[in-house]
């Protein structure tokens, strides 16, 4: 709030309001807030008072009982006008950036939280609804509102339409190794040759798998087989808090060597390569190249490709998710889980819905409790709703040294497995992807990481988000994609785009041509999975993937 005392006694500074924090807002700019919000004001009052009201085109005011309440469309003006007036005075704080942005971030969560289109005594089509129903879109409001509060969760969609492994994850396959960490799941190839050099798919493991197998039409596991790719998965293991094997005691380490490394080991060994083609999506691309970059120090080469999905290496720009980090939050966490302990899936998920509350939270509290409307089936809300937990100690070493401190950037700065990381050591061919609409990895950071690499690089920007941007399937084809056709690489991300060229459709057509160059001779594919030192231990999609969060 606003602090109504001038500056101190004594102060050669100009005049300012002082804000909570000793922040302060020049008083020439509030007063220049002030003037525009008291114009809009008035003009709006005049436009309400001729029934000029401009039409409302914001989603939450679009349904007609909002445009044909008079009164109820003047409200949702009003909300608007306040609205983006609370956004300019947090912008307008004189304050460090990571101090704006939280600033940003807690006025954008009030002022979403109070639009009126949340409340059923100001939202008209919620009380039409009331009204045309007899009362029953109240009583089912409430039946969805209980089954939330025992889920501990807002469902976003009908998880009864869903399954893991019976309409999601069904692309056939087997389980051919399992550790503490993780199941690796082998799929049957598609046709009867392959390249000779397998995929080895590194997943977040803050999120399960089967993103990128959720349905046959959807599948980037299955579009990766038709491409003639001998496909391999990590499936990371959701630890609980009752497992007695230590897992809650797994640290950065343990994922690089038992398993990322492990993985890569066990998948030469089956398919009889001495490298195999890599790729992370998000963590998966960060605990990906940690793992390779260990190896490398090591004197060792496993992977012959590398690519990378939505993945942050270079830490300097986090997007939003930067106001959640600081040195009293890290303190915390590692205090927390020195003992070990694991970082319960309900929090991240709560973070990463907040991040865009409108999409991820106040949609659904209208639509589920003051409609009582039940949400649709969606593949893709339904993996996203899957959520994990995490080790502790893992999550705290995480938030250290990348989110807080970015140790990955600076060759040496930190080590792993006994050996200091130097991701510059990374050498292979890499196809670098970033999605231009990710407010989780925002694309230049994801194009950051062409500067810490070393080998030839092909760098991919495409539409959408991050996980929308990612599985855009080529059989749909459909939003597009960035390219630069001379493969340069500038220092500057702006200047890259500068010189991009479109292209309409999705970017895996893109990356099967690239992948090819690196899949080595084509013969016939294998006609068992698994191998004598790594035998078939269950179907795919395996059991780990079946473990949900309490």
Known sequence: MLNQKADMPGSSAPSSRILSGGHAMAPEKLLEIQQEFAQEWA????????GELEPLTDQRFAGEAWSASPGHAFLAHAYLLSARTMLKMADSVQAPEHVLNRLRFATMQWVEAMSPSNFLALNPDAQRR???????????????????????????TDESSFEVGRNLATTEGSVVFENRL?????????GPRAYARPLLIVPPCINKFYILDLQPHNSFVRFALEQGMQVFMVSWRNPLAVDADGVQHADWDAYLQ????????????ISRQPQVNALGFCVGGTLLSSALAVAKARGQDPVASL??????LDFADTGVLDVFIDEAQVLLREQQFAAGGVLAARELATTFAFL???????????????????????????????????PGPFYAWYLRNTYLENNLRVPGKVRACGV????????????????????????????ASTALLRGPMRFVLGASGHIAGVINPASRNRRSYWVREDDKLPADAAAWMGEAREVPGSWWNDWATWIKEHGGRQGKAPGALGSADHPVIEPAPGKYVRVRAA
Do not use: C
Not at 45 to 50: I, K, P, Q, S, V
Not at 136 to 151: C, R
Not at 365 to 386: C, E, H, I
């Open 420 to 447: 200091g990381l130097d991701l510059s050591s990374l050498d292979m061919p890499a196809y670098v992807y970033g999605s231009r609409e990710d407010h989780i990895v925002p694309w230049t950071s994801a194009y």
């Open 130 to 156: 009331l009204l045309e129903s007899g009362g029953e879109s109240l009583q089912q409001g409430i039946a969805n509102l209980v089954s939330d509060l025992q889920k501990g969760r807002i469902s976003h």
């Open 356 to 390: 865009r509350p409108n999409d991820l939270v106040w949609n659904y509290v209208v639509n589920n409790y003051l409609k009582g409307q039940a949400p649709s089936a969606f593949d893709l809300l339904y993996w996203n709703a899957d959520s994990t937990n995490l």
């Open 182 to 190: 993780f199941q690796l799941i082998q799929y049957k190839p598609l």
């Open 43 to 50: 003009d709006l009052w005049r436009a309400a008072g001729a």
């Open 307 to 312: 690519t990378l999905l939505t993945t942050l």
């Open 258 to 269: 038992e398993g990322v490394l492990e993985a890569i080991g066990v998948v030469s060994s």
